[in-house]
């Protein structure tokens, strides 16, 4: 299983940036999916969750109503919509997806699988 995660840069306060999670080996579509990110010197940090029906979504309290999460299965897609970026945003974002749980979960452990990450860069 590989997660290939892009769509990273630098972006103006008040920006948008859609962050995209390519996964290749993953069976069937029923894994839940997850946004995480880290910022120098910070600890990791839940960001957005997705079910594994598709139909629920879960946020961390700092995105929560400028972040989306979505995925597309026929190609093998997850997406991170982020809307009125903020430089307290900037962090390396990881996508993860996980086959043991089925509700969306911020518990890192609840992820079998990680991408290598994608810069996120807010200016003020």
């Known amino acids: 299983v590989q997660l290939q995660a892009s769509g990273g840069g630098l972006v103006q306060a008040g920006g948008s940036l859609r962050l995209s999670c390519a996964a290749s080996g993953l069976t069937g579509s029923g894994q839940i999916m997850g946004w995480f990110r880290q910022a120098p010197g910070k600890e990791r940090e839940f960001v957005a969750a997705l079910s594994g029906s598709g139909r629920t979504t879960y946020y961390g309290d700092s995105v929560r109503g400028r972040f989306a999460i979505f995925r597309d299965n026929t190609k093998n897609t997850v997406y991170l919509q982020m809307n009125s970026l903020k430089p307290e945003d900037t962090a390396v974002y990881f996508c993860?997806?996980?086959?043991?749980?089925?509700?969306?979960?911020?518990?890192?452990?609840?992820?079998?699988?990680w991408g290598q990450g994608t810069l996120v860069t807010v200016s003020s």
């Open positions: 993860a997806a996980g086959y043991r749980v089925f509700s969306a979960s911020r518990l890192p452990g609840d992820y079998d699988y």
